[in-house]
């Protein structure tokens, strides 16, 4: 299943990555060579270019310059083999939300050319792990949004994909759903695959991921494994504000009189 | 709080939460005003004219009929406008020691303050004035008018307590964007009606006032007129019908406000009634071709059900598509061609596909990869589509031959619509994967703003294309029809017809199919910014 991935160790290598929108460049030129086999986090403040990248990435945005390969397959020359390979969570897009959760999975499963028993043994178990059994039925548009974070994630997950990219999956999401979906993930990864989300949550991404890219204003400030980002900071959060610039803006000269004391 | 006390209370709420409504902005103000304004002039009219009916031959029966369609009027605003009335919602009440008994009659008597039953009172007292002869008649009016009003009042208050829960829920908000639909099908309804009096008098609704004259708010009226008819028993029995309904529906309004405020809110508590569903679509699936085919057939018809934006589409283009054939056939000015309208009207469900897909789209895209895959989708879509297309174009037709007695025509009227849905089919698969635009989900708007010129060009590009590429079966048609040996030939209109529309859809899902494959991204684009 990994035969194109191993050869170079890269499960996405993206050259020259430019996208923009009107006047404003959203994304300027990524080089990245994303190893395949680990947890991989995309990581920068709102409006980074975060969305933008990943969009690109899976083939659901047109870049204006640039290449993308995922397992050594050009996302735009050779959809085929791409498609097949890889599991998108996107951010901001909808799901087919007048399907029941199961439905749902039965759907993408079979348009994805799956057998349909499998994808309905499949379904169950992911319904199961995922803690969705008991509302299988229920229609996605009432689901809460870690409902709905969980039901992509498994219809991302039911083709049994090789990349796995997840935008902002933790967004909005319960402590418990939160768990439910890291456990699943860590399994994943555990088993060879590989995972790529994006967040601006600097705590989640050091204490799941084993690899980093940062991001600031369309562009990769810093790659590699997480400690070689880190380097000497005490936390990813500290390395995160010296990468993008932010360390030194500190409130307290200003604001002097907010205290809670006299007014 | 002693139980008299309550009404004016709760009437002077209503007439705070008007005002409150008002004073906070300007614009809201003047929208009001300006309504008010208008209803009160259309009020007015309606009076002056129901009172120049006076005296004119079958006046009773429109009367009645306007009665009655009062009264469904008051009976489905509150499914369609819910937030209209926040004394409506007696939820809201529940935390105060109320009783039923007293509550009801507080609630009743503040739902008689405002624009619609005065409105209402209006029409109901220029009825009575139309149709009453004597001064018994007019005591009767007397009664007759606020019972009549009473009944409308309470069956709006009946159906709203009953549904409170679906009216706050997502349903409910789905059932809204229904009403728009009730309205255009009520207005192509109410014109074929007119049109219909206009040609050949009232005296074509004494069979339909005949049935409704018994059934309450109209029954009120009915009796007003039996009474200077001098029918009295007729006019007691519908008097008490009347009464009946009023108690009947206070009654039930009683036991569901009780209900409402004393049982839990069940509506986000699991409930095990989605799993009969489940199985009997299941048993659609099992019908259907395995692979993307059948999927795609069984999500898009789950979703002219479930979906509420598709649903009204559709519920439009039937209604429309059978409206129109079938009452110009009953007027008898109709032509059986016109049958070729419910094709045309159908047709129109596969412009823009993958805008009604919302952003969900990009499911769709992450799965085609190949020219194939997009064949495979357009073809399962179209599939469908003629599914329920194909019989309700064939019966629109019978029915219109049928009611014209052109049996002869069958075959070719028949051709003609086939061939028409056909380049319907073509044309809106292409224009789907080459001029896609969003339709957002909530409200009344179709088209993204924006998108207006893209929709235009589709929708309105795509229709005159249709019907360039039926030109030339349209041609046959006239020429057969029109030369002396053609006559006999016209039945071989069907089989051309039908291959001819065949052919062009699938043309037109063949050029379609690379376009679409070739332009996922930019289409999903396109369709996101509903």
């Given at each position: 299943m990994t035969e194109g991935t191993q050869a170079d160790g890269a499960a996405v290598r993206v050259r020259g990555l430019w996208k923009r929108f009107g006047e404003q460049v959203a994304v300027a030129g990524i080089d990245l060579d994303l190893p395949a086999g680990k947890f991989i986090g995309l990581v920068g403040p709102n409006g980074a270019g975060k969305t933008t990248t990943l969009s690109m990435v899976t083939g659901l945005l047109r870049p204006d310059q640039g290449t993308v390969e995922i397992a050594g397959h050009d996302v735009w020359r050779d959809p085929v083999a791409v498609k097949a390979r890889i599991g998108v969570l996107p951010e901001g897009l909808r799901l087919f939300e007048r399907l029941s959760g199961r439905e749902l999975l039965a759907y993408s499963g079979r348009l994805r050319g799956l057998p349909g028993a499998e994808v309905d043994k499949r379904a169950t178990q992911l319904l199961d792990v995922l803690d969705l059994a008991g509302a299988q039925h229920k229609l996605v548009v009432d689901y809460s949004t870690g409902m709905r974070k969980k039901i992509g994630l498994a219809a991302a997950l039911l083709h049994n994909p090789e990349v796995l990219f997840l935008d902002e999956p933790f967004e909005g999401v319960d402590p418990v759903s939160a768990q439910t979906i890291r456990g699943v993930l860590e399994r994943y990864t555990a088993s060879g695959a590989t995972v790529v989300f994006s967040s601006h949550v600097m705590e989640l991404v050091e204490s799941l991921c084993d690899w980093v890219a940062v991001m600031a204003a369309g562009r990769i400030r810093a790659h590699g494994p997480l400690a070689e980002v880190r380097g000497?900071?005490?936390?990813l959060q500290r390395a995160f504000l010296e990468l993008v610039g932010a360390d030194g803006r500190d409130a307290s000269s200003d604001l002097d009189w907010l205290g809670g004391g006299a007014r | 709080m002693s139980a008299p006390a309550i009404t004016p209370v709760v009437v002077r709420l209503k007439l705070s939460l008007l005002r409150n409504g008002l004073r906070q902005s300007g614009g809201r103000r003047a929208a009001y005003i300006a309504s008010a304004v208008l209803v009160l002039l259309f009020a007015a009219l309606q009076l002056i004219g129901l009172i120049a009916l006076r005296g004119v031959g079958h006046a009773e029966s429109l009367v009645v009929l306007l009665v009655a369609v009062l009264g469904l009027g008051w009976a489905v605003m509150p499914l369609f406008f819910p937030s209209g009335d926040e004394t409506l919602d007696p939820t809201r009440l529940v935390m105060l020691p109320l009783r039923p008994r007293p509550l009801v009659r507080a609630l009743l008597v503040a739902s008689l303050v405002g624009i619609g039953p005065l409105f209402t009172l209006c029409m109901f007292t220029g009825s009575v004035i139309a149709v009453a002869r004597g001064g018994a008649a007019f005591a009767v009016g007397v009664l007759a008018v606020p019972l009549a009003l009473l009944v409308c009042v309470a069956l709006a208050r009946a159906v709203a307590a009953a549904n409170v829960r679906l009216l706050t829920s997502r349903k409910g908000r789905d059932l809204a964007v229904l009403s728009g639909l009730v309205i255009a099908i009520g207005a192509q309804v109410v014109n074929f009606g007119a049109q219909r009096l206009g040609s050949s008098g009232l005296g074509e609704l004494d069979p339909v006032a005949g049935v409704l004259q018994w059934i309450p708010p109209a029954s009120a009226v009915g009796a007003v007129h039996a009474v200077g008819e001098g029918a009295h028993g007729t006019a007691l029995a519908q008097l008490a019908l009347s009464v009946a309904a009023l108690v009947v529906l206070l009654a039930l309004w009683s036991r569901s406000l009780t209900r409402l405020m004393t049982a839990p809110d069940g509506s986000t508590l699991q409930t095990g009634e989605k799993a009969v569903r489940e199985r009997s679509a299941s048993g659609l699936a099992r019908l259907l071709p395995a692979g993307r085919t059948g999927t795609v057939v069984e999500r898009s018809l789950r979703y002219v059900w479930r979906d509420p934006k598709t649903k009204a589409a559709w519920v439009t283009s039937l209604a429309i598509g059978l409206i129109v054939p079938v009452f110009n056939a009953w007027q008898g000015?109709?032509?059986?061609?016109?049958?070729?309208f419910a094709a045309g009207m159908l047709g129109i469900q596969m412009y823009n596909q993958f805008g009604q897909d919302t952003s969900a789209f990009w499911m769709v895209a992450m799965t085609i990869s190949t020219t194939r895959d997009a064949y495979a989708e357009l073809r399962a879509r179209a599939l469908a589509l003629l599914l329920i297309t194909l019989p309700y174009a064939t019966l629109v037709t019978v029915l219109t031959t049928a009611m014209l007695g052109a049996w002869r025509r069958l075959p070719e009227t028949l051709g003609l619509s086939f061939a028409l849905l056909g380049a319907m089919l073509a044309t809106g698969a292409w224009t789907s994967a080459r001029f896609p635009y969003s339709i957002p989900q909530e409200g009344h708007k179709n088209v993204a703003p924006g998108q207006v010129g893209l929709a235009w060009i589709s929708i309105f590009g795509g229709m005159i294309a249709a019907a360039v590429l039926c030109a030339p079966v349209i041609a046959l048609t006239i020429w057969w029809n029109l030369s002396a040996d053609g006559q006999d030939l016209l039945w071989l209109l069907l089989p051309v017809g039908t291959a001819y529309g065949a052919l062009l859809t699938l043309l037109g899902l063949r050029l379609a199919a690379p376009q679409t494959a070739r332009r996922l991204p930019e289409i999903l684009t396109a369709v996101s910014k509903g």
């Amino acid at each position: 299943m990994t035969e194109g991935t191993q050869a170079d160790g890269a499960a996405v290598r993206v050259r020259g990555l430019w996208k923009r929108f009107g006047e404003q460049v959203a994304v300027a030129g990524i080089d990245l060579d994303l190893p395949a086999g680990k947890f991989i986090g995309l990581v920068g403040p709102n409006g980074a270019g975060k969305t933008t990248t990943l969009s690109m990435v899976t083939g659901l945005l047109r870049p204006d310059q640039g290449t993308v390969e995922i397992a050594g397959h050009d996302v735009w020359r050779d959809p085929v083999a791409v498609k097949a390979r890889i599991g998108v969570l996107p951010e901001g897009l909808r799901l087919f939300e007048r399907l029941s959760g199961r439905e749902l999975l039965a759907y993408s499963g079979r348009l994805r050319g799956l057998p349909g028993a499998e994808v309905d043994k499949r379904a169950t178990q992911l319904l199961d792990v995922l803690d969705l059994a008991g509302a299988q039925h229920k229609l996605v548009v009432d689901y809460s949004t870690g409902m709905r974070k969980k039901i992509g994630l498994a219809a991302a997950l039911l083709h049994n994909p090789e990349v796995l990219f997840l935008d902002e999956p933790f967004e909005g999401v319960d402590p418990v759903s939160a768990q439910t979906i890291r456990g699943v993930l860590e399994r994943y990864t555990a088993s060879g695959a590989t995972v790529v989300f994006s967040s601006h949550v600097m705590e989640l991404v050091e204490s799941l991921c084993d690899w980093v890219a940062v991001m600031a204003a369309g562009r990769i400030r810093a790659h590699g494994p997480l400690a070689e980002v880190r380097g000497d900071a005490p936390s990813l959060q500290r390395a995160f504000l010296e990468l993008v610039g932010a360390d030194g803006r500190d409130a307290s000269s200003d604001l002097d009189w907010l205290g809670g004391g006299a007014r | 709080m002693s139980a008299p006390a309550i009404t004016p209370v709760v009437v002077r709420l209503k007439l705070s939460l008007l005002r409150n409504g008002l004073r906070q902005s300007g614009g809201r103000r003047a929208a009001y005003i300006a309504s008010a304004v208008l209803v009160l002039l259309f009020a007015a009219l309606q009076l002056i004219g129901l009172i120049a009916l006076r005296g004119v031959g079958h006046a009773e029966s429109l009367v009645v009929l306007l009665v009655a369609v009062l009264g469904l009027g008051w009976a489905v605003m509150p499914l369609f406008f819910p937030s209209g009335d926040e004394t409506l919602d007696p939820t809201r009440l529940v935390m105060l020691p109320l009783r039923p008994r007293p509550l009801v009659r507080a609630l009743l008597v503040a739902s008689l303050v405002g624009i619609g039953p005065l409105f209402t009172l209006c029409m109901f007292t220029g009825s009575v004035i139309a149709v009453a002869r004597g001064g018994a008649a007019f005591a009767v009016g007397v009664l007759a008018v606020p019972l009549a009003l009473l009944v409308c009042v309470a069956l709006a208050r009946a159906v709203a307590a009953a549904n409170v829960r679906l009216l706050t829920s997502r349903k409910g908000r789905d059932l809204a964007v229904l009403s728009g639909l009730v309205i255009a099908i009520g207005a192509q309804v109410v014109n074929f009606g007119a049109q219909r009096l206009g040609s050949s008098g009232l005296g074509e609704l004494d069979p339909v006032a005949g049935v409704l004259q018994w059934i309450p708010p109209a029954s009120a009226v009915g009796a007003v007129h039996a009474v200077g008819e001098g029918a009295h028993g007729t006019a007691l029995a519908q008097l008490a019908l009347s009464v009946a309904a009023l108690v009947v529906l206070l009654a039930l309004w009683s036991r569901s406000l009780t209900r409402l405020m004393t049982a839990p809110d069940g509506s986000t508590l699991q409930t095990g009634e989605k799993a009969v569903r489940e199985r009997s679509a299941s048993g659609l699936a099992r019908l259907l071709p395995a692979g993307r085919t059948g999927t795609v057939v069984e999500r898009s018809l789950r979703y002219v059900w479930r979906d509420p934006k598709t649903k009204a589409a559709w519920v439009t283009s039937l209604a429309i598509g059978l409206i129109v054939p079938v009452f110009n056939a009953w007027q008898g000015t109709g032509s059986v061609y016109f049958a070729c309208f419910a094709a045309g009207m159908l047709g129109i469900q596969m412009y823009n596909q993958f805008g009604q897909d919302t952003s969900a789209f990009w499911m769709v895209a992450m799965t085609i990869s190949t020219t194939r895959d997009a064949y495979a989708e357009l073809r399962a879509r179209a599939l469908a589509l003629l599914l329920i297309t194909l019989p309700y174009a064939t019966l629109v037709t019978v029915l219109t031959t049928a009611m014209l007695g052109a049996w002869r025509r069958l075959p070719e009227t028949l051709g003609l619509s086939f061939a028409l849905l056909g380049a319907m089919l073509a044309t809106g698969a292409w224009t789907s994967a080459r001029f896609p635009y969003s339709i957002p989900q909530e409200g009344h708007k179709n088209v993204a703003p924006g998108q207006v010129g893209l929709a235009w060009i589709s929708i309105f590009g795509g229709m005159i294309a249709a019907a360039v590429l039926c030109a030339p079966v349209i041609a046959l048609t006239i020429w057969w029809n029109l030369s002396a040996d053609g006559q006999d030939l016209l039945w071989l209109l069907l089989p051309v017809g039908t291959a001819y529309g065949a052919l062009l859809t699938l043309l037109g899902l063949r050029l379609a199919a690379p376009q679409t494959a070739r332009r996922l991204p930019e289409i999903l684009t396109a369709v996101s910014k509903g």
